[in-house]
């Protein structure tokens, strides 16, 4: 899983750490199936995980699209010298 997501929380992209926030967490996919294997999990970040907590899997990646759009709509200001 490490390799095929580069390390990467698999819903906000953000490199996994081993503690804080961006801390890796194990994420079931389908909440329904109790198992935890290479079928049915995912590494996310702990902030993530939590966020999703019950939610289903799609209406977690339905959010981090509309994120993704969001901020790509949004300019980033110029520094101030």
């Known amino acids: 899983m490490w390799e095929a997501q ?3 929380c698999d819903y906000c992209r953000i490199f996994l ?3 804080g926030l961006t801390q ?5 996919i389908d909440n329904d199936n109790r198992e935890y294997g ?4 995912h ?9 999703k907590g019950s939610s289903p899997h799609e209406e977690m990646v339905a959010l981090w699209e509309k994120r993704k ?4 709509d949004q300019t980033v ?5």
């Not at 590494?43 to 966020?51: I, K």
Request: hydrophobic share 35%; net charge negative.
């Open 24 to 28: 890796l967490s194990i994420d079931r």
């Open 43 to 51: 590494l996310t970040c702990w902030e993530c995980n939590r966020g």
């Open 77 to 81: 200001p110029a520094a101030i010298d």
């Open 38 to 41: 290479r079928h049915n999990g």
């Open 17 to 19: 750490e081993t503690q």
């Open 6 to 8: 580069d390390g990467r």
């Open 69 to 72: 759009l969001l901020w790509a």
